[in-house]
């Protein structure tokens, strides 16, 4: 646990993206240098800005000295306040001070700007020392508000605050002073208890330069791999797991006296409610069609009789369809918002670059395992399975597509994922909350056979959900484990092909390698 937390405030407690951009895009403009895209101007969010303008466009000192003039300009009347809070960082503040954690703010932005945003959000009560640049130039690098943040926090005078150069040791260089100067630094401020966040490499930098430890939010502006160039001792893009990294608590222990009759009500309840509003839909209709029938739809008595199979699949998808609408409004109440634009933005482009081998884990896993158990002859041992499946193929496969390939897997993943395995990891790990929401959703298929197959196939679909934050990617291996499976299972000649040992090998060969595709997509590259 740390006592001392030191902030860095722009892309760590706030969003500033809209003002910061705006203006540096109001200052270019100034110098005949037009950037539309304010994308492109999010590396000027966290390093001093005269750096910045010197970097990104190549102006000499003045030039640049009349950019940040201009910035400013516009910064202080209006872009100041382009800014936003990110989620829950008051509660995430309050807390730390709750536990008597001593908060401070380092900022490479002008102090008297620092100071307005803090009051302007309402977070200035929680910090005992803020610390920024000066207007004229004066303690515009990291290294110099740390240095002054940590003589403020403990009382002396900046000269006694000790630094090392970073760049002398690593890699085995310079321990011997590094120790030494570790040494004669616990004996002033105890450095072991004090920890540094924040989003650029500037931040992890600054704080190694006093000896401190580190934290990167990859929530903010850093590029990719910056954070860890840098040498961050940890890095994590969300307040659940600084709150751990700072307390040494999981931030599910806030749930702890939660009773577990309460924790079951609240876990299961999505899968009640959908047997329930299932129950009385489908009642409700098979109702309705009893009344027609005996009324002006007495003489199609034979047809629906006839096809009493099929009705029972377009019953069944109404009732799923509307379920699904139900449990979508409950779901984007709960769902999981990432804290920032860049955590959404950088999960979708994880998941674009998964989708493909994502999905062939998944259609030759379900294809290998229908082949196993056809070969086992397990499908035969379960009488309630081919009762289902007699009724499931008995529509047209167009149909059989758009309800087992879409209907059924938003309605399942809305309340197997979103919920049931949403509400499960407020209390457990992902390491319990997968195979218990699998063995859940396995016995919702109501026998043995599918029990088995939905068991093996909702462990992979939780571990997607979890991985890539979104349903969209377990909803992407929902759908192409149902619609490969449907296809091959109604086409005779395909099916005599696949399900068997022929069959059971390539579909295995195949899903290991698009595994392995899979692992080297989350593998991070390095530069």
């Known amino acids: 646990m740390y006592q001392y937390v030191l902030f860095d405030l722009d892309g760590t407690l706030t969003d500033p993206k809209e003002g ?10 100034a110098q005949n240098i037009e950037e539309p895209d304010l994308d492109k101007l999010e590396p000027f969010i966290g390093p001093p800005l005269m750096a910045g303008f010197q970097e990104f466009y190549g102006m000499d000192e003045n030039r640049a000295k009349e950019a940040v003039a201009k910035f400013r300009e ?3 009347t ?8 990110y989620p829950g960082m008051e509660e995430f503040l309050a807390g730390l001070q709750e536990k008597g954690i001593r908060l401070a703010v380092a900022s490479s932005k002008p102090r008297e700007f620092v100071e307005r945003i803090l009051k302007h959000f309402g977070i200035d ?3 005992e020392v803020v610390v920024g640049s000066e207007k004229d130039g004066r303690k515009v690098e990291k290294t110099d508000v740390i240095r002054e943040a940590l003589a403020k926090l ?11 150069d970073v760049s002398k040791y690593g890699e085995g260089k310079g321990e011997q002073d590094r120790e030494e100067a570790e040494k004669k630094a616990k004996r002033i401020i105890p450095i072991d208890d004090i920890l540094m966040v924040g989003d650029r490499k500037f931040d992890i930098l600054g704080a190694h330069t006093f000896l401190l430890d580190g934290a990167g939010v990859s929530y903010g502006y850093a590029p990719e791999g910056e954070l860890e160039a840098a040498g961050a001792d940890y890095i994590t893009d969300n307040l659940e797991e600084l709150w751990r990294i700072i307390t040494g608590e999981d931030i599910r222990d806030r749930y702890g006296r939660t009773r577990a009759l309460q924790k079951s009500l609240q876990i299961l309840s999505p899968v009640v409610y959908d047997f329930l509003l299932s129950f009385v839909i489908l009642f409700l209709l098979k109702w309705g069609l009893d009344v027609m029938l005996k009324g002006p739809l007495g003489k199609f008595g034979g047809w629906f009789e006839m096809n009493s199979k099929q009705m029972a699949v377009y019953f069944d998808a109404f009732a799923t369809a509307l ?11 709960e769902k999981y918002h990432p804290i920032s634009r860049i955590v959404r933005r950088r999960n979708q482009k994880r998941l674009v670059r998964a989708a493909v081998p994502l999905a062939g884990v998944s259609m030759c896993l379900a294809l290998f395992l229908n082949s196993l158990f056809a070969f086992l002859r397990l499908f035969s041992l379960s009488a309630a399975y081919e009762g289902v499946a007699d009724i499931q193929y008995s529509v047209s496969m167009l149909f059989g597509l758009l309800n087992y390939g879409l209907i059924k897997p938003v309605e399942e993943e809305l309340v197997f994922r979103g919920l049931v395995y949403g509400r499960m990891r407020k209390y457990f790990s992902a390491v319990i909350s997968i195979p218990v929401s699998a063995l859940l959703f396995g016995a919702y298929h109501g026998n043995l056979v599918q029990l088995v197959y939905a068991f093996i196939m909702g462990c992979f679909l939780a571990y997607a959900f979890e991985k890539y934050k979104s349903l969209k990617a377990s909803l992407l291996v929902h759908s192409g484990a149902n619609l490969i499976v449907y ?3 109604s086409l005779q000649g395909i099916n005599q092909l696949v399900f068997t040992k022929a069959g059971i090998i390539i579909s295995g060969l195949l899903m290991v390698l698009f595994f392995f595709l899979l692992i080297k997509e989350n593998v991070p590259k390095r530069k």
Do not use: D, M, W
């Not at 209006?78 to 809070?85: I, M």
């Not at 403990?154 to 090392?164: G, N, W």
């Not at 379920?323 to 109440?333: D, E, M, P, S, T």
């Open 125 to 127: 009560r929680y910090f």
């Open 323 to 333: 379920c699904a609408l139900v449990f979508a409004g409950i779901y984007k109440r």
């Open 487 to 489: 296809v091959t299972s």
């Open 78 to 85: 209006v872009g100041l306040y382009e800014n936003e809070l």
């Open 74 to 76: 516009r910064f202080e």
């Open 154 to 164: 403990f009382k002396l005078p900046e000269e006694k605050i000790i630094s090392i």
């Open 20 to 29: 910061i951009c705006k203006s540096v895009q109001y200052a270019l403009h």
